[in-house]
């Protein structure tokens, strides 16, 4: 009988108010990105999460990462301060690199959602990651379409078994 053990990867700060990483490492690995992490930890999935892990199965992933474009912990993401902390960013933005290197990660699945619009530098933050990760010439996708205001759909909103399609991040972060 053969059990699977699920191998977590998981990085937050030592007081555990940020979240950089957290995922299940697999052979085939997808990095899902959304906006901050809520309460999630290894074996305590919250609903978003519960949904990546189930749409990157249906598309064919053997493990995934979720990545947030600010990592600082909230259950509601208007409860994030109106200033961004530029210490704080930098270190996600360097932590999403070397981790997307160490895992052999090609393809980053954008689900920001309209929480994008919450605070003013989210849409700088998503910028300054995609240009940390633009010389690794990596494969940017979505679920299904974009949102009626032009974002990429959250995870919580879109079907298990939707399919992932090619995103322009490149004109997308242009206009934000």
Same mark, same amino acid.
């Given at each position: 009988?053969?059990?699977?053990? !699920?191998?977590?990867? %998981?990085? #937050? ?14 052979? #085939? ?18 609903? !978003? ?11 064919? %992933? ?36 070397? !981790? ?46 974009? !949102?009626?205001?032009? #974002? ?19 004109? %997308?972060?242009?206009?934000?």
């Amino acid at each position: 009988m053969s059990t699977n053990i !699920t191998e977590w990867i %998981y990085i #937050h700060n030592q007081n555990n108010t940020a979240r950089f990483v957290l995922g299940e490492k697999g052979d #085939h690995m997808i990095a899902c990105l959304g906006i901050n992490p809520s309460t999630a930890v290894p074996n305590e999935l919250d609903n !978003t999460l519960k949904s990546v892990k189930r749409i990157t199965d249906s598309n064919g %992933y053997k493990g995934w990462v979720m990545y947030n474009v600010y990592p600082l912990r909230a259950t509601n993401p208007k409860n994030l301060s109106d200033i961004v902390d530029t210490e704080l960013h930098s270190l996600n933005c360097d932590i999403i690199k070397r !981790t997307v290197k160490e895992l052999g990660i090609t393809t980053i699945w954008i689900a920001c959602g309209e929480v994008i619009e919450t605070r003013q530098y989210l849409g700088q933050c998503l910028t300054d990651i995609y240009q940390k990760l633009s010389p690794l010439n990596l494969q940017w996708k979505i679920v299904n379409t974009l !949102t009626q205001s032009g #974002h990429p759909r959250h995870p919580l909103y879109v079907k298990t078994d939707s399919s992932l399609s090619e995103f322009d991040i490149a004109t %997308y972060c242009k206009n934000l």
